[in-house]
């Protein structure tokens, strides 16, 4: 059976790099490509490839793990293999936790992109044993302690509120509301208020 991607990358000579190397397996078959975030959630719902391979910086708008968790919310949701040259743990947690069914480096060999492709697509979790490591270590750690006014700032993000609408609701400036999001954002590791959000939730803390 062959398995469909999606190439999603905001560099077209990568996208173009990679149709190369995957129209070169037949089992492996591109339907399409985008570079942005929104574009790859668009063409999502309209291709339905089984398998979207995202890179995470996408330049402005949605990053890759802001498009993960759209793409898994889809009905049928697809596999989301990363592909990417960010390495850091902070990238790394943020993409499994976010549903993403693998990640891969940009370094790796064509052949192993192909091999990730096609295990997503059958269900399998597509990670290199070294960063299979790091994942299960990072989802031990404990997170650093937040403060009771962080604690109150994520759950009012939670609710889709502005950081003018929390600086209303809790009595402060707009400024504050940012320092405090910074803390936070530096403290889980995250860069996106989704992404605060998200682990937040995940690990109980609101």
């Not at 173009?16 to 063409?43: I, M």
Request: charged share 25%; aromatic share 2%.
């Amino acid at each position: 059976m062959t398995a469909t991607v999606l190439l999603v990358d905001d560099h077209p000579v990568v996208r173009s790099g990679l149709r190369a190397v995957l129209a070169a397996d037949p089992s492996v078959q591109v339907v399409g490509e985008a570079g942005t975030g929104e574009d790859a959630v668009r063409l999502t719902g309209e291709l339905r490839p089984d398998v979207v391979l995202c890179d995470l910086r996408l330049g402005e708008g949605m990053t890759g793990i802001e498009a993960t968790e759209a793409l898994r919310r889809l009905d049928p949701a697809p596999a989301v293999l990363i592909l990417t040259t960010f390495d850091r743990d902070a990238e790394l947690l943020g993409a499994i936790t976010a549903g993403a069914a693998g990640y891969l480096l940009k370094d790796v060999p064509p052949e192993q992109i192909v091999d990730g492709i096609v295990r997503a697509a059958a269900g399998q979790t597509v990670l290199a044993p070294e960063l299979a490591t790091r994942v299960l270590q990072g989802m031990r750690a404990p997170l650093p302690r937040l403060t009771d006014r962080e604690v109150e700032v994520l759950r009012l993000l939670a609710t889709g509120a502005t950081n003018r609408e929390i600086a209303r609701e809790l009595f402060v400036t707009e400024a504050t509301v940012k320092s405090h999001l910074v803390h936070v954002f530096t403290k889980l590791g995250v860069d996106s208020r989704s992404r605060a959000v998200h682990l937040a939730q995940q690990r109980g803390l609101i």
